[in-house]
């Protein structure tokens, strides 16, 4: 079922949308390259769009995501597809051969507007996984209300076929017998991009994680905090009571030899205090506790994060939670020694536990590629001190979350690094980018195709 | 958040909206199907800082009964513009009294661009407002300079 | 009209303002036939908003020459609909009332383009997310809505100049400052794609800090022959010019075109200089050493180690007394002490500072340093461990190994006022430094392998090992037997400079603290070395600073223009951050940030120009009456000043003068003028009032809401 559909060619091929591959791709293009940018997801972002606020400027994480998920879709010399796998990319000669998979959204994406006509015409009710499955989303549905692309997608696994949304659309975009699109590319450089996942809410047994109801994940919490997220506030999800006694558990998923993830996943300590001090604004009554190994407030503005913090009354405990269990009523009762105190065993009751989880590789590049990963499976660098984004295969960089835990400022900067090694590689931009007002319009395509495109040249991501 | 009544449409708002932030955030209202009264009319601008006191005063002049600055606040991405922006209200404010126009008509907020809600409960506050005091006419002592 | 000299051209393509009217009645339009075209967004417009009766009435606004209402104004056909239009009917504006042109303002301009119209003359209403969509209950009310939306777009348009985006042409040569590893880094990733660098370096040796490391973590390589790898490289690259003992002393200029005045000061020393290390050691002048932390002693004429970069010695103007000692013992040749500084210009489309830091240096008396030789910082302690130090490698004190050494963390850094007292400087360091929890505990580790039976204690209040392979250094540390002891952040250890234990234990040391991990406990710890890790601080360049205007946080190290989004520009467009001038960092994290930097200036410079979106201030000179209001409105240093201009034969006035490169167009300038001189391209106020006459002409309809 693998009809390779086209043959296609780009300067770079950029692995993940999130920041990180973004800001690559943007730099990549602004130097007059061609870019292409895929994503597995149906919309390009990563997790920074689905965060509530970013440290320690609380800056909206929408708000500076989205520009630049615009610049990206714009972009003269960047073709962005979403909903797409990469199967293999291979040396060749001194480029690459790529084999990717567009997977099937069901949705003829030229046709598409984005109007949600089908979403709201659709039966299917499931729990949506951007809103850390507390939300719900139809089988037929456009990712979220900034996705980029605007375009919907059919969760087949879901749908009963009614048809519904066929017959609500106005543009005629559903197509039932779409099939997965294989691609061949070729590529002159590469850019790993692909990100972090939290370690797993219910790694740890003792913490109770995916049995409580009201042990939820770091993530979990960003969409609740969210002015667009799920409920709109801050609810316990077992019985929508709104938390007054709230704890935080750092290092649960990371700095624990028996979870398999001895390092530090770099940005818990950070989040944690940045949700402490929303739920402050959020629930000015609610008591906050994070119970802590070590805070690591490293960056630039962070340790003034944290005093500011801990001067609006926010309590830190050092202390490592032995073990969480529920209460009948959906409370949960900690177990921790109080370290700072007189080293007592206490057992705290919370009604809200969010858990720290840690950060683990995205992806597994190896799956598709032939670079070296360290003992965690991120990418390693063979010049690990001078140049971290190198990867072990000469053409291919990596940046952000794939090479180690990071937060969204060394993301960018690693992403730039990266595009920096690039450009030493290739030289030159093959055809200077040419003045906006030239006239000089999409016959400059950067995607070379063999024959008549129903991918559309590399200004006309469609979203209406 | 209730969708307003059907009723009288005899006020006009014009909501001042910035390119970064509160544009975005009018654009996720109405992509979220989010619905407020549509005598509500938006003006684009990189910056609120731009409008001399002048401009708000020939708003109320033409016939705009309220007006909703939405601008960025402090996550203004231009230097210093947001505590200018405040200062020069305040000389608004100062003329609006001189012309017994009711300083209620005009608002300052910030709106962020996933600010839905912040949105829905700023128009409602000043829908209210302009429901209470009426047209700007009935106000209006002096010509604008 | 008098004759006017020529004034000095712009270098810009922004056409000159037009002349304007005083406050308050309209304009004459430009724009005589204007396209209107409206989107049926496949129903998403048109189940709400009746667009045929909008396109019927968009046609009988003034200066409208066709209306349409089209399906799908994104797609090829609506686009192709404009290009046409513009072609045959000549049209001169084009408004499209669609989706929020958020999502489609780039395809307009691009099909105006295609027509043969400037981009600028086009512009967008929103009647989707503002109309159909945010009313879906009162079609009556959104169809007045876009309609008003419309015409307010429909006057916009017709105020619209065409516009160039401004451009300025791009000297493709970058200076460096700063020679460590983030100005080397920089220096090589810029000349490998091909752009001029003058790297510039205050000191006489390349290298910085990193070259007065022996190993680095987490890889344990050694520092040296891995940042020599690395100026290698740099020599290699034909387009990099190196210049030593330099300094900047002057910043003139802006993006693509920077003239900066560098003062290199004579090393002294040539290739010819047959025997340095005699000429070293003839020298009678003994100053401590700066590179070993002031614990060895160098000469006058001095090298940090061998194989520096120069492999050469240098002259320390200040401590030299041209005494000639060295000449003779030299060989004669090679050493002259009678040169002179030299000023050279350099120009350069960007700049990149890559300044560094310095370390911390505590109070005298601060846990008892400058009080006992014994109390030493981290850097000292890392000279005393390297084999090229000023003890071959050996950690001694007074000639011998410490039995017993306490490591304090956090000297200089997390700073709280009221616990901690400012530095020399007034202020506190309220920053966390970053690199000295891992940097502590991979000395830690070293001595306690190297030295077993040196006890080591670690006072900490956080560890931050937080970066790659970096809690392994924790992890050893405690196998490896280094005890803990951790104080809040309200209280501190103390050190007791106590001779009179000597008699007992030869422990001269006591460090005391509240130990929060046995509960509170007050432990003493009798010691014979107290480590201090100390913090860094950006490294005083306040001269650099004034000269480019560059911000500087108020921790003192120089200011990103947004810290998430973008760490490596400062405000200053053109002028980059690389490394430790910017925050603490480690070598990777500055290395990645040169790199970094490297991206910016090449998008900057690779072009023959740069280029920058229209959207700037404009003065109307015949407007302007020199008061400079404007100027002190304005935020950003540069963007405008009071010019003299020769406004009419002989009479020489000044005027404001915007510089479209500097400006970022805010418009905070406008309302300060008395006169009404100065706008902003395409937002101008006129256009704004236009739309507001344009809502307020037709009166609601009452109970429109149906």
Same mark, same amino acid.
């Given at each position: 079922?693998?009809?390779?559909?086209?043959?296609?060619?780009?300067?770079?091929?950029?692995?993940?949308?999130?920041?990180?591959?973004?800001?690559?791709?943007?730099?990549?293009?602004?130097?007059?390259?061609?870019?292409?940018?895929?994503?597995?997801?149906?919309?390009?972002?990563?997790?920074?769009?689905?965060?509530?606020?970013?440290?320690?400027?609380?800056?909206?994480?929408?708000?500076?995501?989205?520009?630049?998920?615009?610049?990206?879709?714009?972009?003269?010399?960047?073709?962005?597809?979403?909903?797409?796998?990469?199967?293999?990319?291979?040396?060749?000669?001194?480029?690459?051969?790529?084999?990717?998979?567009?997977?099937?959204?069901?949705?003829?994406?030229?046709?598409?507007?984005?109007?949600?006509?089908?979403?709201?015409?659709?039966?299917?009710?499931?729990? &949506?996984?951007?809103?850390?499955?507390?939300?719900?989303?139809?089988?037929?549905?456009?990712?979220?209300?900034?996705?980029?692309?605007?375009?919907?997608?059919?969760?087949?696994?879901?749908?009963?076929?009614?048809?519904?949304?066929?017959?609500?659309?106005?543009?005629?975009?559903?197509?039932?017998?779409?099939?997965?699109?294989?691609?061949?590319?070729?590529?002159?450089?590469?850019?790993?991009?692909?990100?972090?996942?939290?370690?797993?809410?219910?790694?740890?047994?003792?913490?109770?994680?995916?049995?409580?109801?009201?042990?939820?994940?770091?993530?979990?919490?960003?969409?609740?905090?969210?002015?667009?997220?799920?409920?709109?506030?801050?609810?316990?999800?077992?019985?929508?009571?709104?938390?007054?006694?709230?704890?935080?558990?750092?290092?649960?998923?990371?700095?624990?030899?028996?979870?398999?993830?001895?390092?530090?996943?770099?940005?818990?300590?950070?989040?944690?205090?940045?949700?402490?001090?929303?739920?402050?604004?959020?629930?000015?009554?609610?008591?906050?506790?994070?119970?802590?190994?070590?805070?690591?407030?490293?960056?630039?503005?962070?340790?003034?994060?944290?005093?500011?913090?801990?001067?609006?009354?926010?309590?830190?405990?050092?202390?490592?939670?032995?073990?969480?269990?529920?209460?009948?009523?959906?409370?949960?009762?900690?177990?921790?020694?109080?370290?700072?105190?007189?080293?007592?065993?206490?057992?705290?009751? &919370?009604?809200?536990?969010?858990?720290?989880?840690?950060?683990?590789?995205?992806?597994?590049?190896?799956?598709?590629?032939?670079?070296?990963?360290?003992?965690?499976?991120?990418?390693?660098?063979?010049?690990?001190?001078?140049?971290?984004?190198?990867?072990?295969?000469?053409?291919?960089?990596?940046?952000?979350?794939?090479?180690?835990?990071?937060?969204?400022?060394?993301?960018?900067?690693?992403?730039?690094?990266?595009?920096?090694?690039?450009?030493?590689?290739?030289?030159?931009?093959?055809?200077?980018?040419?003045?906006?007002?030239?006239?000089?319009?999409?016959?400059?395509?950067?995607?070379?195709?063999?024959?008549?495109?129903?991918?559309?040249?590399?200004?006309?991501?469609?979203?209406? | 958040?209730?969708?307003?009544?059907?009723?009288?449409?005899?006020?006009?708002?014009?909501?001042?909206?910035?390119?970064?932030?509160? =544009?975005?955030?009018?654009?996720?209202?109405?992509? !979220?199907?989010?619905? =407020?009264?549509?005598?509500?009319?938006?003006?684009?601008?990189?910056?609120?800082?731009?409008?001399?006191? $002048?401009? =708000?005063? %020939?708003?109320?002049?033409?016939?705009?009964?309220?007006?909703?600055?939405?601008?960025?606040?402090?996550? $203004?991405? %231009?230097?210093? $513009? %947001?505590?200018?922006?405040?200062?020069?209200?305040?000389?608004?404010?100062?003329?609006?009294?001189?012309?017994?126009?009711?300083?209620?008509?005009?608002?300052?907020?910030?709106?962020? $661009?996933?600010?839905?809600? !912040?949105?829905?409960?700023?128009?409602?506050?000043?829908?209210?407002?302009?429901?209470?005091?009426?047209?700007?006419?009935?106000?209006?002592?002096?010509?604008?300079? | 009209?008098?004759?006017?000299?020529?004034?000095? @051209?712009?270098?810009?393509?922004?056409?000159?303002?037009? /002349?304007?009217?005083?406050?308050?009645?309209?304009?004459?339009?430009?724009?005589?036939?204007?396209?209107?075209?409206?989107?049926?967004?496949?129903?998403?417009?048109?189940?709400?908003?009746?667009?045929?009766?909008?396109?019927?009435?968009?046609? #009988?606004?003034?200066?409208?020459?066709?209306?349409?209402?089209?399906?799908?104004?994104?797609?090829?056909?609506?686009?192709?609909?404009?290009?046409?239009?513009?072609?045959?009917?000549?049209?001169?504006?084009?408004?499209?009332?669609?989706?929020?042109?958020?999502?489609?303002?780039?395809?307009?301009?691009?099909?105006?383009?295609?027509?043969?119209?400037?981009?600028?003359?086009?512009?967008?209403?929103?009647?989707?997310?503002?109309?159909?969509?945010?009313?879906?209950?009162?079609?009556? @009310?959104?169809?007045?809505?876009?309609?008003?939306?419309?015409?307010?777009?429909?006057? #916009?348009?017709?105020? *619209?100049?065409?516009?160039?985006?401004?451009?300025?042409?791009?000297?493709?040569?970058?200076?460096?400052?700063?020679?460590?590893?983030?100005?080397?880094?920089?220096?090589?990733?810029?000349?490998?794609?091909?752009?001029?660098?003058?790297?510039?370096?205050?000191?006489?040796? *390349?290298?910085?800090?990193?070259?007065?490391?022996?190993?680095?973590?987490?890889?344990?390589?050694?520092?040296?022959?891995?940042?020599?790898?690395?100026?290698?490289?740099?020599?290699?690259?034909?387009?990099?010019?190196?210049?030593?003992?330099?300094?900047?002393?002057?910043?003139?200029?802006?993006?693509?075109?920077?003239?900066?005045?560098?003062?290199?000061?004579?090393?002294?020393?040539?290739?010819?200089?047959?025997?340095?290390?005699?000429?070293?050691?003839?020298?009678?002048?003994?100053?401590?050493?700066?590179?070993?932390?002031?614990?060895?002693?160098?000469?006058?004429?001095?090298?940090?180690?061998?194989?520096?970069?120069?492999?050469?010695? @240098?002259?320390?103007?200040?401590?030299?007394?041209?005494?000639?000692?060295?000449?003779?013992?030299?060989?004669?040749?090679?050493?002259?002490?009678?040169?002179?500084?030299?000023?050279?210009?350099?120009?350069?489309?960007?700049?990149?500072?890559?300044?560094?830091?310095?370390?911390?240096?505590?109070?005298?008396?601060?846990?008892?340093?400058?009080?006992?030789?014994?109390?030493?910082? *981290?850097?000292?302690?890392?000279?005393?461990?390297?084999?090229?130090?000023?003890?071959?490698?050996?950690?001694?004190?007074?000639?011998?190994? /410490?039995?017993?050494?306490?490591?304090?963390?956090?000297?200089?850094?997390?700073?709280?006022?009221?616990?901690?007292?400012?530095?020399?400087?007034?202020?506190?360091?309220?920053?966390?430094?970053?690199?000295?929890?891992?940097?502590? *505990?991979?000395?830690?580790?070293?001595?306690?392998?190297?030295?077993?039976?040196?006890?080591?204690?670690?006072?900490?209040?956080?560890?931050?090992?937080?970066?790659?392979?970096?809690?392994?250094?924790?992890?050893?540390?405690?196998?490896?037997?280094?005890?803990?002891?951790?104080?809040?952040?309200?209280?501190?250890?103390?050190?007791? +400079?106590?001779?009179?234990?000597?008699?007992?234990?030869?422990?001269?040391?006591?460090?005391?603290?509240?130990?929060?991990?046995?509960?509170?406990?007050?432990?003493?710890?009798?010691?014979?070395?107290?480590?201090?890790?100390?913090?860094?601080?950006?490294?005083?360049?306040?001269?650099?600073?004034?000269?480019?205007?560059?911000?500087?946080?108020?921790?003192?190290?120089?200011?990103?223009?947004? /810290?998430?989004?973008?760490?490596?520009?400062?405000?200053?467009?053109?002028?980059?951050?690389?490394?430790?001038?910017?925050?603490?960092?480690?070598?990777?994290?500055?290395?990645? @940030?040169?790199?970094?930097?490297?991206?910016?200036?090449?998008?900057?410079?690779?072009?023959?120009?740069?280029?920058?979106?229209?959207?700037?201030?404009? +003065?109307?000179?015949?407007?302007?009456?020199?008061?400079?209001?404007?100027?002190?409105?304005?935020?950003?240093?540069?963007?405008?000043?009071?010019?003299?201009?020769?406004?009419?034969?002989?009479?020489?006035?000044?005027?404001?003068?915007?510089?479209?490169?500097?400006?970022?167009?805010?418009?905070?300038?406008?309302?300060?003028?008395?006169?009404?001189?100065?706008?902003?391209?395409?937002?101008?106020?006129?256009?704004?009032?236009?739309?507001?006459?344009?809502?307020?002409?037709?009166?609601?309809?009452?109970?429109?809401?149906?």
């Amino acid at each position: 079922m693998e009809a390779v559909d086209r043959k296609l060619t780009t300067d770079i091929l950029v692995v993940g949308a999130g920041i990180a591959g973004l800001q690559a791709a943007l730099d990549l293009a602004d130097r007059g390259y061609s870019v292409l940018v895929v994503d597995r997801q149906p919309s390009i972002g990563g997790k920074m769009i689905a965060l509530s606020k970013v440290f320690p400027t609380m800056d909206c994480s929408s708000c500076i995501t989205t520009p630049r998920m615009s610049a990206v879709a714009h972009h003269d010399s960047i073709t962005t597809w979403t909903y797409t796998e990469v199967d293999r990319i291979e040396p060749d000669g001194d480029g690459f051969r790529a084999h990717l998979t567009r997977k099937a959204r069901y949705v003829d994406e030229d046709l598409c507007i984005g109007c949600r006509l089908c979403e709201y015409a659709c039966p299917v009710e499931l729990p &949506h996984e951007f809103e850390g499955n507390m939300g719900a989303r139809r089988a037929a549905y456009v990712p979220f209300g900034t996705a980029i692309p605007q375009t919907a997608l059919i969760d087949i696994e879901a749908c009963v076929y009614c048809g519904k949304c066929e017959k609500a659309c106005p543009t005629d975009a559903i197509v039932w017998d779409q099939q997965p699109l294989g691609v061949e590319l070729r590529a002159r450089a590469v850019v790993l991009a692909t990100g972090y996942q939290t370690t797993a809410l219910d790694a740890k047994k003792e913490y109770s994680g995916g049995k409580a109801a009201n042990v939820i994940g770091g993530l979990d919490m960003e969409r609740l905090l969210a002015p667009n997220g799920p409920y709109g506030r801050v609810l316990r999800p077992s019985d929508g009571k709104i938390p007054d006694n709230v704890a935080y558990v750092q290092c649960a998923g990371s700095r624990d030899e028996s979870l398999g993830v001895p390092y530090c996943s770099r940005v818990c300590c950070m989040y944690a205090i940045k949700q402490a001090m929303l739920l402050s604004g959020a629930l000015p009554l609610a008591d906050i506790t994070v119970y802590y190994m070590d805070i690591r407030a490293f960056g630039k503005g962070y340790e003034q994060f944290f005093q500011t913090a801990r001067s609006m009354g926010i309590v830190f405990v050092k202390a490592k939670v032995a073990r969480i269990d529920e209460e009948p009523n959906g409370d949960l009762r900690l177990r921790v020694e109080m370290i700072e105190e007189d080293g007592r065993v206490a057992e705290p009751v &919370h009604d809200l536990v969010v858990l720290s989880v840690g950060l683990k590789p995205g992806d597994d590049p190896r799956r598709f590629v032939g670079v070296d990963l360290d003992e965690y499976g991120f990418v390693a660098s063979p010049q690990a001190k001078l140049d971290t984004t190198l990867t072990s295969l000469p053409g291919v960089v990596a940046a952000g979350a794939a090479i180690g835990p990071k937060d969204i400022v060394d993301s960018i900067v690693e992403a730039s690094a990266a595009a920096t090694k690039v450009a030493m590689r290739l030289g030159p931009p093959a055809v200077s980018p040419a003045p906006p007002d030239d006239g000089l319009d999409v016959e400059v395509s950067n995607i070379d195709a063999g024959e008549a495109v129903a991918i559309a040249g590399p200004a006309e991501v469609q979203h209406a | 958040m209730a969708v307003q009544p059907a009723g009288e449409q005899s006020t006009r708002m014009l909501i001042i909206a910035t390119l970064l932030c509160s =544009y975005p955030g009018i654009d996720a209202t109405g992509q !979220a199907h989010m619905e =407020y009264p549509p005598n509500t009319f938006v003006i684009p601008t990189p910056d609120p800082v731009v409008f001399p006191e $002048s401009f =708000y005063l %020939y708003c109320f002049e033409k016939g705009v009964d309220g007006i909703l600055i939405a601008s960025c606040g402090t996550d $203004s991405p %231009y230097e210093g $513009s %947001y505590e200018q922006l405040a200062a020069r209200i305040n000389n608004v404010y100062a003329a609006m009294k001189e012309r017994g126009i009711s300083i209620r008509r005009l608002k300052l907020t910030a709106i962020c $661009s996933v600010c839905t809600k !912040a949105f829905l409960k700023e128009v409602a506050e000043m829908e209210a407002v302009l429901a209470e005091l009426g047209p700007v006419e009935g106000e209006m002592k002096a010509a604008v300079a | 009209m008098p004759e006017r000299k020529a004034r000095p @051209a712009r270098k810009t393509g922004a056409s000159a303002p037009r /002349p304007k009217t005083t406050t308050g009645k309209p304009h004459e339009a430009l724009g005589e036939k204007v396209g209107v075209y409206v989107c049926h967004c496949g129903g998403n417009i048109s189940d709400v908003v009746d667009v045929d009766s909008v396109a019927t009435e968009a046609e #009988k606004m003034p200066g409208v020459a066709v209306a349409r209402h089209v399906m799908f104004m994104c797609s090829d056909e609506g686009q192709k609909t404009i290009v046409e239009d513009i072609e045959k009917l000549g049209l001169d504006r084009v408004v499209v009332a669609a989706c929020t042109p958020k999502l489609h303002e780039a395809t307009f301009r691009r099909a105006v383009i295609r027509g043969g119209m400037n981009p600028y003359l086009f512009w967008p209403a929103n009647i989707r997310e503002q109309a159909s969509w945010a009313h879906p209950h009162s079609p009556r @009310a959104a169809t007045e809505k876009a309609t008003a939306l419309i015409r307010a777009a429909v006057a #916009k348009s017709r105020l *619209l100049e065409p516009l160039d985006m401004v451009r300025v042409a791009a000297v493709h040569r970058a200076l460096v400052i700063g020679g460590g590893v983030a100005g080397l880094r920089a220096a090589l990733d810029l000349a490998r794609q091909g752009m001029g660098v003058t790297l510039v370096e205050g000191s006489p040796f *390349l290298g910085g800090r990193s070259v007065q490391l022996h190993t680095v973590f987490p890889t344990e390589e050694e520092a040296r022959p891995l940042v020599h790898g690395l100026i290698d490289r740099v020599k290699a690259e034909p387009n990099v010019t190196v210049l030593t003992n330099t300094e900047v002393v002057a910043v003139k200029g802006y993006v693509g075109d920077f003239k900066a005045t560098v003062r290199t000061t004579p090393r002294g020393v040539s290739e010819e200089l047959a025997d340095p290390a005699a000429a070293i050691a003839a020298c009678p002048v003994k100053v401590a050493s700066e590179f070993d932390g002031g614990l060895g002693e160098r000469r006058a004429i001095y090298q940090p180690y061998p194989g520096s970069e120069p492999d050469l010695p @240098a002259i320390d103007w200040t401590a030299c007394t041209r005494c000639g000692d060295c000449v003779a013992a030299g060989g004669g040749k090679g050493i002259d002490l009678q040169g002179k500084p030299r000023e050279t210009e350099v120009e350069a489309g960007a700049i990149v500072v890559a300044t560094g830091f310095d370390h911390y240096e505590p109070r005298q008396g601060e846990y008892g340093y400058g009080q006992s030789p014994r109390v030493l910082t *981290l850097p000292q302690v890392h000279r005393l461990l390297d084999p090229q130090g000023p003890t071959g490698g050996r950690l001694e004190i007074e000639g011998r190994v /410490p039995r017993a050494i306490a490591f304090i963390h956090c000297v200089g850094s997390r700073q709280i006022d009221g616990v901690d007292e400012p530095g020399p400087d007034g202020k506190l360091h309220e920053y966390c430094s970053r690199v000295c929890c891992t940097a502590t *505990l991979q000395a830690a580790n070293e001595i306690r392998t190297r030295y077993p039976k040196t006890a080591v204690y670690d006072l900490y209040r956080d560890i931050r090992t937080y970066g790659r392979d970096q809690e392994q250094y924790y992890v050893d540390a405690s196998k490896r037997g280094v005890v803990f002891l951790r104080f809040t952040s309200e209280t501190r250890p103390s050190v007791e +400079v106590a001779p009179e234990t000597a008699r007992e234990g030869n422990l001269p040391l006591r460090v005391k603290v509240t130990d929060t991990l046995t509960f509170g406990a007050e432990m003493e710890v009798p010691v014979d070395l107290v480590v201090l890790s100390v913090g860094v601080q950006p490294r005083d360049v306040a001269g650099l600073i004034d000269m480019t205007k560059a911000p500087v946080g108020s921790d003192g190290f120089l200011l990103e223009v947004h /810290p998430k989004l973008r760490p490596v520009e400062s405000a200053i467009p053109g002028l980059l951050l690389a490394g430790a001038a910017q925050a603490p960092m480690d070598i990777t994290e500055a290395t990645s @940030a040169a790199s970094a930097a490297a991206a910016k200036v090449t998008n900057l410079l690779a072009r023959d120009h740069v280029e920058m979106e229209p959207f700037v201030a404009r +003065v109307n000179p015949s407007l302007c009456d020199g008061c400079g209001d404007c100027v002190e409105a304005c935020h950003y240093a540069g963007a405008i000043a009071l010019q003299d201009i020769e406004v009419e034969e002989g009479v020489i006035e000044k005027r404001a003068y915007v510089n479209p490169v500097a400006c970022k167009g805010c418009g905070a300038c406008v309302p300060a003028c008395p006169t009404a001189a100065i706008d902003v391209a395409g937002w101008e106020i006129e256009q704004y009032r236009a739309m507001i006459d344009a809502i307020t002409a037709v009166p609601l309809t009452a109970g429109a809401a149906k």
